[in-house]
């Protein structure tokens, strides 16, 4: 029999303060019962003696100084789960709001986990082949990774996230299938519902748990979303085999809920207004991904999150990137030219590639492609700048070979669809062939013997109906001959 | 009467109206005893920070005091072992607790039940100080660890054991001190980690670390018992970099710090190291390696004492003899642990929230670098090479510039080449070494007087190319004179040819410094016979059409580190190169 409390001390934002409060412990949960007879939930967040300081996740809206009873629920935020959790949609609290009913919990998880041990960490090797050169090819996913996506308004990282879902594939199962746990935090009602429909006509819906935290809901539910999505996750990977992929959209909104928090609580703010803790808390989820000795299942976590004014050196981005795997960028540019997917290749990044590509995983040659194009496209860019300046008739004959290799690896290779599924093959294949269209003394990332097997002027000549400057020489020629 | 908790605000507790605790002592917090440490002292407050998450803690839980700072178990078994912040061994916890990292976990930093060989070097009767040798033990195959006097300790020996097999708490000497108290010695010793282990003198640098890694040794050295900072934003290889360096560099210790990064990174290190071959003694580079792991999700205090822990196990082995290298990835986030204790504790921030003792801290930790003479009459080394994260890739934040003050080799990351992939990318216009002067003796009499004039050369023409750049990226390169042009060529070459280095190639991923200098003498041998060319006012392009410049440019690979004569044919192709035009 726990203890009520009648009345509060003190309301702010989305902070209620308690006075002569007994035995509460630091992160405990409370249960705030309102003159209407509904329940919130809340957090204490900081205790001194005996006044405590209460979050309350559903807003402090109606909530009055006098009419609210505040009990002790004696144990931090838990997550009820069970393997019933597939196919269900719930709050960002983790109440189910699918209109099903309650779980039968097999167990209840405390949300905000424990930190993996390094020890029993497992290095992630293999590598997802999601069907999309620009991934596949040069920031590969790798199961137990986390692999951002950096994108800003107006861009399709929605459809992106999808048709890596719909995609995926793993190059071998040891576990029992594939999951994913979808967190929406602050994003639209629309937004939701198309990954709900995608899901579904994917076929995936009865593998996939979701977490809706939409924009209209209370901001400080919010900040548990990703944490709730994550501990459902941890269950399905660790206890039941899966491998679990987490979507989570959009982690800027999340920051900004967790700025909000932090200012109404009157703590000291670093960059922008965020709380110097921010770097830690996002690590407290990016962390949650990899694969455990003890378990054959793996949490691989894909968050999105939109660059405000495209600035990829506001603190949200810089941070996350600064913790996760490497980051998929994409890029209005190439999105205005109808590039599908504007991955914008030179900031992207897969740190973990290097060890789950080549012999064995994909082909030997994979990171001699990757590397060579990295280096060639990073070239093109110089030439465009100097382009504009000089105009492209001054360029010499080597930059203009890069300028229209810079055209048709963005035509080809980047820009593929959103229904096109390439295997690793036909991608390194094509990227081949891009690297083709060089002069064979420009590719010095590749080792001779490798250069020697793949290097093929005249498939790409044919492909790409190329024309050689001798041969416009000789039209040229041709013309003022009359 | 009982201390009892107070408040409770993140990592921070206090306690009310108590003398009882003392400055950084450490402190056991609550009925599950967690680790914290007293941060500061009021009259009405108590305020510590607790090394774990202090989720479930209730104000009146009570606060036992132990009267000491933190400090580290020293002693043998160090090596080998990956420990967490504070010194808890992360393989025990693991097989005590399972996959996940529990709260208030305590294990014994060292295995108590192990045996070890030991050799005793005293007698009795001998007079010891602080700082001498009592004892030998094989710690691996590579590093035999000496048991040393507690630096402030001295007397006579009055009780020496035999030679044999010992646990680390059996007592095997006894000293009778001043007083005529008899103090026990057992295989370890313990030491607060922010304290500096004392030294007898300071000596002057002379030696370089070599690394294997041609930007560095030949641009950019650092010495051993010298410091580095490796600045750059995420992405652009800053752990790759830190870990080349701990598997290449020749100290015999490497004490490589994972200070709030990646959790996967740590597990790849541990893989590899286990796996990697030491190429001077043939045994797994983990007989000389103690990791340390704080990664970012584990709590925020005990990665604030992860970097002071290395470095005091760094300083232990320097006492030994050793020269050591410690690797600490990364010094922002140890910063950023410093600000956001700050924070709770509402202390006034400087510059972008930091504390206004972060300087003072940040030289703290670098002077804790050194070539030392040791109490003991050794002489050893301890390097610092501490990664830095700056926000946003932007080099003029707190943490780079005050650690630009304090370091004396600065490795400066540059997104551009990282985009570009090339590795490493470490910006040659940026970066400097003040240890050159100090090295120039050693180069002269180890390598070749040749070494530091080459080098000299080298960037004089990355110098005069960047420049040239100027113009190029205005006007195209079309317009230079051929002698201009000759520059353009050959620091591209320099830069693709010498400076991008493939850690994934087995003869690239270390090279020795006499591949080094041959490299650089064929470059600047085409350079010379460039130069003739231009000078007899014949076009560039003549000598880049004979394929030469292509083939220079694949030398890193084509010469393998075992058959360095192979670069005699470099000089006859050259020629007939050169030959082929006249």
Known sequence: ?????????????????????????????????????????????????????????????????????????????????????????????????????????????????????????????????TGISSIDCLTTLIRGQKLPIFSGSGLPHNQLAVQIVKQAKVAD?????????????????????????????????ERVVMFLNLSNDPIIERILTPKCALTAAEYLAFEHDMHILVIYTDVTSYCEALREFSSSKGEIPGRKGYPGYLYSDLASLYERAGISKSAKGSVTQIPILTMPNNDITHPVPDLTGYITEGQITLDS??????????????????????????????????????????????????????????????????????????????????????DTNRSIEETLDLGWTLLSVLPKGELDRIDNAVLEQFYDHEKAVAQFNLVEEGTIRELQQAVQNG | MENVIYSINGPVVTVKDTDDFSMLEMVYVGNARLIGEVIS????????????????????????????????????????????????????????????????????????????????????????????????????????HKCMV???????????????????????????????????????????????????????????LITGQRVIDTLFPIAKGGTAAIPGGFGTGKTMTQHQLAKWCDADIIVYVGCGERGNEMTQVLEEFRELIDPKSNKPLT????????????????????????????????????????????????????????????????EEGFPAYLPSRLSQFYERAGYMDNLNGTKGSVTIIGAVSPQGADFSEPVTQNTK?????????????????????????????????????????????????????????????????????????????????????????????????????????YVPLEKQLKMMEVILYLNKRGKEIVSANKPIRLIMDTGIFDKVVKMKYDVPNNNLDLFDNYYKDIDEAIASIR
């Open chain 2, 41 to 144: 002292i009021k009259k009405e407050f108590t305020t510590i920070q607790v090394y774990e998450t202090t989720t479930g803690l209730q104000p009146g839980e009570p606060v036992y005091s132990t009267g000491q700072p933190i400090s580290v178990t020293l002693g043998p078994g160090i090596l080998r072992n990956i420990f967490d912040g504070i010194e808890r061994p992360l393989e025990e916890i693991a097989k005590d607790a399972g996959a996940f990292i529990p709260i208030g976990s305590h294990v014994a930093p060292l295995d108590k039940d192990k045996l070890w060989d030991v050799t005793l070097t005293v007698k009795v009767g001998d007079q010891l100080k602080g700082g001498d040798i009592y004892a030998t033990i094989p710690e691996t195959d590579l590093i035999t």
């Open chain 2, 405 to 509: 003050r304090f370091v004396r080799t600065f490795w400066a990351l540059d997104k551009a080449l990282a985009y570009a992939r090339h590795y490493f990318a470490i910006n040659w216009n940026q970066s400097y070494s003040e240890y050159i002067p100090d090295l120039e003796r050693w180069f002269n009499k180890n390598v070749d007087s040749k070494f530091l004039r080459d080098r000299q050369e080298l960037q004089s023409i990355l110098a005069e190319e960047t420049k040239l750049m100027e113009i190029v990226k205005l006007m195209g390169s079309d317009v230079l004179p051929d002698d201009q042009k000759l520059i353009i060529e050959i620091a591209k070459l320099i830069r693709v040819g010498y400076l991008q280095q493939n850690a994934f190639h087995p003869d690239d991923t």
């Open chain 2, 287 to 350: 007989d000389r390696t103690v990791l340390i792991a704080n990664t970012s999700n584990m709590p925020v205090a005990a990665r604030e004492a992860s970097i002071y822990t290395g470095v005091t196990l760094a300083e232990y082995y320097r006492d030994m003899g050793y020269h050591v290298a410690i690797m600490a990835d990364s010094t922002s986030r140890w910063a950023e642990a410093l600000r956001e204790i700050s924070g709770r504790l509402e202390e006034m921030p400087a």
């Open chain 1, 173 to 205: 199962d040891e576990g029992k299938g594939f999951g994913v746990v979808f967190a929406a935090m602050g994003v639209t009602n629309d937004v939701a519902e198309y990954f709900r429909r995608s899901f579904e006509e994917a076929g995936v819906m």
């Open chain 1, 333 to 418: 540019e190439l999105n205005a030219m109808g590039v599908y997917p504007p991955v914008s290749i030179l900031p992207s990044l897969s740190r973990l590639m290097k060890d789950g590509i080549g012999e064995g995983y994909t082909r030997a040659d994979h990171s001699a492609v990757s590397n060579q194009l990295f280096a060639a496209y990073a070239h093109v860019q110089d030439v465009k700048s100097l382009t504009s300046v000089i105009g492209e008739d001054e360029l010499s004959t080597v930059d203009r070979k890069y300028m229209e290799f810079g055209r048709l690896f963005e035509k080809h290779f980047i820009n593929q669809g959103f």
């Open chain 1, 1 to 129: 029999m726990s203890l009520q409390y009648i009345g509060l001390n003190e309301i702010n934002g989305p902070l209620v303060v308690l006075d002569h409060v007994q035995n509460a412990s630091y992160d405990e949960m409370v249960e705030l019962k309102c003159k209407d007879g509904t329940t919130r939930l809340g957090r204490i967040v900081q205790i001194e003696g005996e006044r405590v300081i209460i979050q309350v996740f559903e807003g402090t809206n109606s909530l009055s100084l006098s009419n609210t009873k505040t009990r002790l629920l004696g144990h931090p935020m838990e997550l009820p789960v069970s393997k019933e959790i597939l196919g269900r949609v719930f709050s960002g609290a983790g109440k189910p709001i699918d209109g099903l009913g309650e779980i039968y919990a097999e167990k209840s998880m405390d949300i905000n986990g424990l930190p993996l041990n390094p020890v029993s960490r497992v290095y992630p090797r293999n590598y997802i082949n």
């Open chain 2, 150 to 208: 507690s630096p402030y300790l001295k007397g006579e020996v009055v009780e020496v054991k035999e030679n044999g097999q010992y646990k680390i708490d059996d007592v095997i000497m006894k000293l009778k001190d001043e007083k005529g108290q008899i103090i026990d010695f057992t295989l370890t010793q313990k030491w607060p980690i922010k304290q500096a282990r004392p030294v007898h003198k300071r000596l002057p640098i002379s030696m370089p």
